[in-house]
């Protein structure tokens, strides 16, 4: 069997795209249910804000708004931009 440098490269840039995704998608999740009020003692909220606060713990509270909500959006948005930036980035690269 022979394998292609390609072949490998692209799966690989793949993997790196869905894992940047998955990290977005939780930080996204969280600044939704935020801002939607979602119940704290329901276990998935409680979930994906831990792993949220995980994954942003480098930009959270980055930025001092007066109103939190704002603190929230700006400082995991920007988390979840840059993972997503990161990411495609990486992968595209990989894939070349």
């Known amino acids: ?45 409680e979930f994906v804000r831990h792993t949220a606060r995980w994954l942003a713990g480098w930009s959270y509270d980055l930025f001092t708004f007066d109103e939190e909500w704002a603190r929230v959006v700006a400082g995991y948005g920007l988390a979840a931009v840059v993972y997503l930036f990161i990411g495609h980035a990486v992968a595209g690269r990989i894939r070349r």
Request: charged share 10%; net charge negative; glycine share 6%.
């Open 1 to 45: 069997m022979s394998y292609s440098r390609g072949n490998g490269s692209s799966t690989a840039a793949r993997v790196i795209a869905v894992v940047a995704d998955i990290m977005a998608f939780i930080i996204i999740l969280w600044i939704l249910m935020y801002l939607l009020d979602a119940n704290p003692d329901n276990g998935l909220v």
